[in-house]
């Protein structure tokens, strides 16, 4: 793992993180750990280091086994000390007084954490790892695991999603940073895709595309003709003529903030007649949420948004029928929608998930025993400087359609599956853009990511070149 310096204008903001934090806590103490590596199979062969991103937040850097304290208008780095070795193998790091100069905070060797702690009882928050945990568990005398938050620290995790919710000027600047990459990414894989070629082909032309670039994917990408899977994890198929080819994918910036998109482009370079109407009809349902984006707008209210505008689609091509207000009343477009419109974007793909509701819902809310809207991830009103992501879909899922499926059954004959069955070369479409709320509205940070129908056949045969970001 190689650490570089933060940009000025990172560094800045990091002062002004942690000096928020700590003022948000009135001067109650706070331990931010960083994680532990995770051992692939023997404890030198270790995954990929990324620090909790509660510590990225204050420190912009992932350092294993370090951790932050808050303590009034003070913020001290703890880092291990340098293993005598690590040069050998794998080169010189900077010290930890130097990475403290760096993020501008003070130090202290790691060893003296106990000592410093000794009247202290500080609040902390989970790393998503368990040795992490462990580690904090044993420092701190009591039991700390992910995805439990202990009541007394909950003041702390309350404040942390105060401060993380609104993005400040660095966090803007890295979230295009990742949204830009991951344009380059999508047309590599446009470039990628054949037919009777396996998936992997535009899997790898995506990462490479980033590892070109000293980056990697911000999650591990989803690439399937098979999309109505919703998070498939395989992208050992073959891609056919006829196909769609859905592309979850995103981008991690240096600093670690995350891009997260979804594109379904048809893999012969055209869509079909019925794959075209379908796709027409998600991007109708997507522009609809988009619009209703604002600063005071609830996210649920965008989410029945977008289910209004989908169920509107479905019933135009008779594959519904009735009245659209009590198709989505009765929560008939989850058939084919059944997850939520999206999520919080940040350092996090689902930021701050590792909190659980009390970071996507706002306090007194809770989800919907409804099927579809249960799987709700943001209800929150909207306020300029926060990000997130609107991805509606369509997707034939063999469970869901069953006859004897709870909701199918509700359906009844309101569901025309004579007509559903012209649109069977349409197993799944989804298209996921990233917002950033402003006072006028929501900024697509990923609007260079083609989308329309006619402007990915013209791609795909070679007639335009992508645009690029502004």
């Not at 999650?219 to 899977?229: D, L, N, Y």
């Not at 509606?392 to 004959?413: E, N």
């Not at 329309?452 to 502004?470: K, R, S, T």
Request: proline share 8%.
């Amino acid at each position: 793992m190689t650490l570089v310096a933060p940009d000025p204008l990172t560094r800045r903001c990091l002062s002004q993180r942690r000096k928020a934090l700590g003022d948000a806590l009135d001067g109650k103490p706070a331990l931010i750990f960083a994680g532990l590596p995770r051992p692939r199979n023997y404890a030198a062969a270790a995954y990929p280091f990324r620090a909790s991103s509660h510590f990225v937040y204050l420190a912009g850097l992932s350092i294993p086994g370090a951790a932050i304290l808050l303590h009034g208008d003070r913020a001290t780095l703890f880092a291990p000390p340098h293993d005598p070795d690590h040069a050998l193998w794998h080169g010189d790091e900077p010290d930890p007084d130097e990475i403290a100069a760096w993020i501008g905070c003070h130090h202290a060797p790691l060893g003296a954490l106990p000592a410093a702690l000794a009247a202290l009882a500080p609040m902390t928050l989970p790393t998503p790892d368990l040795a992490g945990c462990a580690a904090a568990s044993r420092l701190l005398g009591r039991s700390i695991a992910p995805g439990r938050l202990d009541d007394r620290d909950r003041p702390l995790a309350l404040a942390m999603i105060c401060a993380r919710l609104i993005h400040d000027e660095a966090a803007v600047a890295h979230l295009r940073l990742a949204a830009d990459a991951a344009a380059r990414a999508f047309s590599a894989g446009l470039a990628a895709t054949r037919p009777d070629r396996p998936e992997r082909d535009v899997r790898a032309a995506m990462i490479g595309a980033l590892l070109a670039e000293g980056l990697e994917p911000s999650f591990s990408p989803i690439v399937s003709v098979h999309g109505e899977v919703l998070h498939n994890p395989s992208s050992r198929g073959v891609m056919r003529s006829g196909d769609l080819l859905l592309v979850d994918f995103g981008a991690e910036s240096e600093g670690g903030w995350a891009s997260d998109v979804t594109r379904t482009w048809p893999v012969s370079g055209r869509y079909s007649p019925t794959q075209r109407a379908i796709v027409e009809v998600v991007l109708a349902a997507q522009a609809a949420a988009i619009d209703a984006l604002a600063p005071g707008a609830r996210y649920l209210d965008v989410h029945l948004t977008a289910c209004r505008a989908l169920a509107a689609g479905l019933v135009d091509l008779g594959i519904l029928r009735g009245d659209v207000d009590g198709i989505v009343e009765d929560g008939l477009h989850a058939l084919f929608l059944p997850h939520g419109l999206g999520h919080l974007l940040g350092l996090d793909v689902h930021d701050m998930e590792d909190l659980g509701d009390l970071a996507g819902y706002a306090q007194g809310r809770a989800r919907s025993a409804q099927f579809g809207l249960g799987y709700l991830r943001l209800d929150r009103d909207l306020t300029p400087g926060m990000a997130l992501t609107i991805e509606p879909g369509f997707y034939q899922v063999p469970a869901l359609l069953a006859p004897d499926s709870p909701l199918a059954m509700r359906a009844g004959d309101r569901l025309d599956r004579a007509r559903l069955a012209d649109f069977a070369d349409v197993r799944g479409v989804r298209i996921e853009d990233d917002l950033l709320i402003t006072p006028d509205g929501g900024e697509p940070l990923t609007r260079a990511i083609p989308k329309q129908i006619n402007e990915i056949e013209h791609l795909m045969a070679g007639d335009l070149q992508p645009q690029e970001a502004p």
